[in-house]
């Protein structure tokens, strides 16, 4: 019988059955055909069919099945090509859209594949800006909200609630504190609103429903989590030795257990009650080496934590099941296995592949493992497998070269919904991508996602609209210049603890007459790269570096810096010979420091937490060199687009 003779309803269930392209060239064979497959109908049981096959995947395209047949077709045919070049191992860009900021882009979401949401500083003005994607991909790049901040933000979380898009954002030791933010419309447009704030706390590493997990408390390295909605603080307990004292990658909860995740450990807490203050520790185990950690978003059952993480095999899953945790005193907290494994061949770099973003499906990260002298690291992705893999298939390499791309060596952060084929980036230099790699994409932002929250709420605080001055103080780049200059903003804040070091350490910092002191003055800025930055970033000791005083070693030519973060003092050696290595070591934290003498002897060697950070810093100071000595030089481009970068960027880093 011809299948145009059948009823129209068993026309549909065969053709639902049939891939895209198929649909496709059926609907040319007749006018009957033709109809049919144009059907709202059709299409939905086709989206029904990818949701099913790959567990609720669409579950955030809430009421698809409310779209015009035509916007069901173009979003069914996107996920099934999408499918397919999955399976052709091709991830490239079949378009990109480009953005460029006038700030440098700390940090960035992307939300149902519809809002990006990018927060952007630098040493003057602190900004938040929600675009949609969709406009943007339309031709109309304006934002759908801007608002500014009083801090630069460093860290932040999102998390899709009953009431909306909740986001929390630490900022920077300048104003110590988490902003948790939503996105409300309102009749003329959209505004940013703050739901609260918790003063003192920042580092922020996870937020879930009313938690949020903070890393530092008071300027102090101090985890703990908080319940932002009634301001109840409750601290996680640590030990005061190498390893612990400096902030952990991740901290997730799965029912009513806390994992808090270390380089070297793995510890589960119970959650606490209303009445405890902090949290009881439920096991600890070690762990091979973990240089980098995120929570994986791909389908999983509510007991079931699923990480990716970074070591030295390469990418890793590992797999935390609360449920059993709690019930078998033996069992192992991490069982692990492979996802890709890194290539033997690394030219120098010991942790070739860093920043690592996952998605429902797929898992995003960067390689310098094949790099040149002109061209930087590319992107892999790889499927995020559910169980162990019997083979292994090697990850997909993709980038986008050319000067109008953004600079992937540029501390670059992205973002993926492996759902419609999107990926967002965008780095220091404020330069912002949107990569579509599918094409053809549907248009209708708001019907395919949830809605946004309407009006304020009387007990939510409208973000300013208008620019808060951060201007946070610098030093030059020559030391000399800095005393030359005598910036007192800086000054102050250097040695200025009481405490009594004797001979054993100098704090004249420059001397004039003998043109001698120590040379790593402008390092501690925690500008992108420098020593600072390293401090925070390699070995987690993040906070504000307040500079106490300095030695030249006796044994070596290099010096040493005596700093403290929060409550705690630790000392820096830089080779002054070579211009190269490190090597952090800490005290712990006494009562009181007035009478100690800091004797090196004393510390104990802190070790790197994110090797991983040494590559993206190599990357960074040898390819701006690179670029620079082409007379290419991008902080200068956004100066021209009305930033304000640090002059210290301006010129040449040195090489460490």
């Known amino acids: 019988m011809a299948l145009t003779l059948l009823p129209e309803e068993l026309v549909l269930v065969i053709c639902s059955e049939l891939c895209v392209e198929d649909i496709l060239r059926l609907r040319q064979t007749c006018r009957v055909l033709n109809t049919v497959t144009r059907t709202k109908l059709l299409w939905s049981y086709v989206l029904k069919r990818h949701e099913y096959m790959h567990s609720n995947l669409l579950s955030y395209l809430k009421g698809y099945e409310r779209l015009e047949a035509s916007a069901l077709e173009i979003l069914a045919s996107r996920v099934a090509r999408l499918e397919m070049r999955w399976k052709a191992r091709d991830f490239s860009p079949v378009r990109d859209y480009q953005l460029r900021l006038p700030q440098s882009i700390t940090w960035l979401r992307l939300v149902a594949g519809t809002w990006l949401f990018v927060a952007s500083s630098d040493n003057y003005v602190s900004k938040l800006t929600c675009w949609d994607v969709h406009s943007i991909i339309r031709g109309h790049p304006e934002p759908l909200a801007e608002a500014y901040l009083p801090g630069q933000v460093k860290t932040g979380q999102l998390e899709i609630q009953n009431s909306g898009i909740v986001l929390a954002l630490g900022l920077g030791p300048e104003s110590q504190a988490v902003h948790v933010i939503t996105l409300r419309k309102v009749p003329d447009g959209h505004v940013f609103s703050e739901l609260g704030r918790i003063d003192g706390s920042f580092h922020v590493l996870m937020l879930s429903g009313d938690f949020l997990g903070c890393a530092l408390r008071e300027g102090a390295i101090v985890p703990h ?35 808090l995740v270390r380089t070297e450990s793995i510890q589960v807490y119970n959650l606490p009650s209303v009445a405890e203050d902090h949290l009881d520790l439920i096991k600890r185990a070690n762990a091979p080496a973990i240089w980098e950690a995120v929570v994986s978003n791909a389908p999983a059952e509510p007991s079931i934590l699923r990480l990716l993480i970074i070591s030295a095999v390469g990418i890793e899953m590992c797999l935390i099941d609360v449920d059993v945790l709690t019930e078998i005193d033996d069992e192992p907290i991490c069982p692990r296995f492979t996802v890709a494994t890194q290539p033997r061949f690394r030219h120098s770099y010991e942790a070739p592949w860093y920043r690592l973003c996952g998605g429902r499906r797929q898992c995003l990260w960067l390689s310098a493992s094949e790099i040149t002298r002109r061209a930087g690291p590319h992107f892999k992705t790889a499927p995020i497998p559910l169980q162990p893999l019997t083979e292994e298939a090697p990850p997909v390499a993709w980038s986008q070269d050319g000067p109008e791309q953004p600079a992937l060596w540029a501390l670059p952060v992205f973002d993926i919904d492996d759902v419609l084929g999107l990926t967002v980036v965008g780095n220091c230099f404020g330069e912002l991508s949107i990569y579509d790699h599918v094409g053809n994409h549907p248009a209708q932002s708001e019907e395919l996602t949830f809605d946004l929250p309407r009006g304020q709420n009387p007990i939510m605080t409208q973000l300013p609209m208008v620019s808060i001055p951060l201007n946070l103080s610098y030093a030059p780049r020559n030391p000399e210049s800095m005393f030359a200059e005598a910036n007192p903003a800086v000054l102050s804040k250097w040695t200025q603890d009481p405490i009594d070091l004797g001979d054993y350490w100098r704090r004249d910092w420059w001397d004039h007459e003998k043109c001698s002191g120590y040379l790593y003055c402008d390092e501690w800025e925690g500008l992108l790269c420098d020593l600072a930055w390293k401090v925070e970033h390699a070995y987690g000791f993040a906070g504000r570096i307040i500079p106490q005083a300095w030695i030249d070693d006796e044994y070596h030519p290099a010096q040493r810096l005596l700093f403290r973060i929060g409550n705690r003092y630790l000392v820096y050696t830089a080779e002054a010979a070579h211009n190269s290595g ?17 004797n090196v002897c004393d510390a104990e060697t802190e070790r790197y937490t994110r090797l991983t950070a040494t590559t993206e810093a190599e990357m960074y100071r040898r390819l701006i060199l690179t670029e620079m000595d082409a007379e290419r030089n991008r902080w200068a481009e956004q100066a021209e687009r009305g930033g304000r970068p640090h002059p210290n960027l301006l010129v040449p880093p040195r090489l460490f």
Do not use: C, T
């Open 225 to 259: 989590i908080v319940n932002w909605k009634e301001n109840e603080i409750h601290l996680i307990p640590q030990s005061d030795v190498p390893g612990e004292r400096s902030v952990p990658h991740l901290m997730a909860i799965r029912k009513n257990i806390l994992v």
């Open 582 to 598: 490190m090597e952090l070591m800490s005290w712990p934290v006494y009562p009181s420091n007035r009478n100690r003498l800091f």
